[in-house]
């Protein structure tokens, strides 16, 4: 089993910058692709970026330019980092990551934007 932890996640005014981090542990061996997913009340979830272990990345037409993703292999991290937040990025902030075809989910960071 894998576990993440994420963090970051709290109340912004629009126009404002936040930092999720997202730790993953347990039986690590090798995670491929992490990334972060949101969900907004009555609403589905949804990709919000990617990153491979190779660091390529994919974002969301609605968060590009505006949120970068990163991480680091070796501490088996990622970050988003979000700036010019908008009132339609209040989500539930979900990190994933995939080992062996197995994906793993954390609990979730909520994220308010207001405006």
């Known amino acids: 089993q894998v576990q993440l932890v994420e963090s970051g996640g709290g109340l912004v005014q629009a126009g404002g910058s936040l930092r999720l981090s997202c730790a993953a542990s347990?039986?690590?061996?090798?995670?491929?692709?992490m990334g972060w997913y949101r969900q907004a009340p009555d609403k589905q979830r949804e990709l919000v970026a990617t990153?491979?272990?190779?660091?390529?990345?994919n974002y969301a037409d609605s968060v590009k330019g505006r949120f970068t993703i990163s991480r680091d292999n070796a501490k088996n991290t990622v970050w988003m980092q979000m700036a010019s937040l908008k009132p339609e990025d209040t989500a539930v902030y979900y990190c994933?990551?995939?080992?062996?075809?197995?994906?793993?989910w954390g609990q979730g960071t909520q994220v308010t934007v207001s405006s």
């Open positions: 347990g039986r690590i061996f090798r995670i491929n692709a």
């Open positions: 990153i491979t272990s190779g660091g390529l990345t």
């Open positions: 994933n990551a995939d080992q062996w075809g197995y994906t793993y």
